[in-house]
């Protein structure tokens, strides 16, 4: 009677997510460009705290991450006890429509939006509503007339994945400040360490009742294998998430990692400054060869082709060149290639694959 075992409403609606492909048969060494990795990987820091783990392994971790939080709390200048760590950003994001969205409840994002947040808000129950973007960029007017009385959550990454563009403080705070009285704000701060001097929004939390900023030790730091995110918020939301969180819910080694990487800012910084250089250097590239990308201030950028034809044309020709970079028609962008910025060697060869697929052309 297998027709009686049901899951929840709207978890069958879920379509599955699939990450950055990092194989392409046949092809033995592969650049993968496919999930906006840091191609510099950890601070060294952090992988010897990861080698030192090693001999605790029998002993469960601790379950409040008072000493991760309190060094993210002084490189942050942030208060420790507003902090959460979790399992990845993602998990963040699980644990704020888990707890503020079910049946009847609407979670907006964006047009082009980091697709989790269609997902997270489908397995709790609720109704995901996407705003259209203009010209690739959020847009604030749209997202306040999309509120509804049902309206509980309103996700902005910014930089924003996969287009790379952002808003601004002023455009930021003009949305906390509008949104109904019920609705969280949640601002997905992924890449702002890519952003020379922004706090991912911490400062707007500071100020503000309503609004949430998640990070994640994913990208800058080089740690997307081992899944660490963290959000800073206003107590009470802190208070709730904390009550949803399992309380092993990141190992030793993910604690004790996540908290020499974060004290390692020199390893930051040089990241910070590469990307930057070489996301330029791509991004000009490109358009000698006629394909343009918006201005990015992530770790990728997002090449616009002539149609999704020609898009899909070049991504084949990447891969018979041993290149993976990333279809992105799952985010209404067919037209696209989201191509994260890798090291040097890295760029000048999907930068030369692409020239050479323009050329034949
Ligand atoms: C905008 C955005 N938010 C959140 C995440 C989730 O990152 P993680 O769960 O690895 O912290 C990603 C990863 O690609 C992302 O692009």
């Known amino acids: 009677m297998s027709d009686m075992i049901r899951p929840q409403p709207g978890i069958l609606d879920i379509d599955l997510y699939v990450g950055g492909q990092s194989h392409v048969e046949g092809v033995a060494e592969v650049v993968k460009l496919s999930s906006n990795e840091n191609p510099f990987g950890p ?15 029998h002993r469960y971790p601790n379950t409040d991450h008072a000493s991760l939080r309190r060094a993210i ?22 644990f704020l429509c888990q707890a503020y969205a079910g049946p009847g409840d609407e979670v907006l994002f964006t047009e082009h939006g ?34 509804t009385d ?3 959550l309103v996700f902005i990454a910014n930089p924003n994945n996969p287009t790379g563009t952002m808003l601004g403080g ?3 705070a003009r949305l906390a400040d509008g949104l109904p009285p019920q609705a969280i704000l949640v601002l997905d701060g992924a890449y702002a360490e890519y952003v020379e001097g922004f706090d991912g929004g911490a400062s707007l939390v500071g100020s503000r009742s309503n609004v949430f900023m998640t990070r994640t030790f994913s990208k800058i730091y080089g740690l997307g294998g081992l899944r660490i995110g963290w959000g800073y ?24 990692v996540a908290e020499a990487a974060v004290r390692d800012q020199d390893h930051v910084a040089k990241c910070r400054a590469e990307n930057a250089r070489l996301r330029v250097w791509l991004a000009e590239a490109l358009a000698e060869h006629g394909v343009s990308c918006d201005t990015s201030l992530a770790n990728f950028v997002l090449a616009r082709f002539h149609d999704a034809d020609e898009a899909s044309a070049c991504d084949d020709f990447l891969k018979s060149q041993g290149i993976i970079v990333r279809r992105v028609a799952g985010y209404k962008l ?15 060869r999907v930068a030369h694959c692409i020239g ?6």
Not at 131 to 144: I, K, N, Q, S
Not at 239 to 247: F, I, K, T, W, Y
Not at 356 to 361: C, D, H
Request: proline share 4%; charged share 25%; glycine share 8%.
């Open 43 to 57: 601070s060294t820091k952090a992988v010897e705290a990861f080698r030192r783990t090693a001999h605790t392994l």
């Open 233 to 256: 918020g206003p107590r009470h939301i802190i208070d709730v998430l904390n009550r949803v969180r399992g309380p092993f819910n990141l190992s030793t080694t993910q604690l004790e």
């Open 356 to 361: 050479q697929f323009k050329g034949a052309r």
């Open 150 to 152: 049902r309206t509980r």
């Open 114 to 147: 980091f697709l989790m947040y269609r997902i997270s808000a489908l397995a709790a129950g609720a109704k995901p509503v996407e705003v259209a973007e203009c010209d690739r960029v959020a847009d604030v007017d749209a997202l306040l007339a999309g509120c």
């Open 334 to 348: 067919p037209d696209c290639l989201r191509i994260t910025v890798g090291d040097e060697a890295s760029c000048r």
């Open 170 to 172: 002023n455009e930021i």
């Open 73 to 94: 709390g002084e490189v942050h200048g942030l208060d420790p006890d507003r902090i959460i760590c979790g399992v990845g950003s993602d998990e963040l994001i699980t």
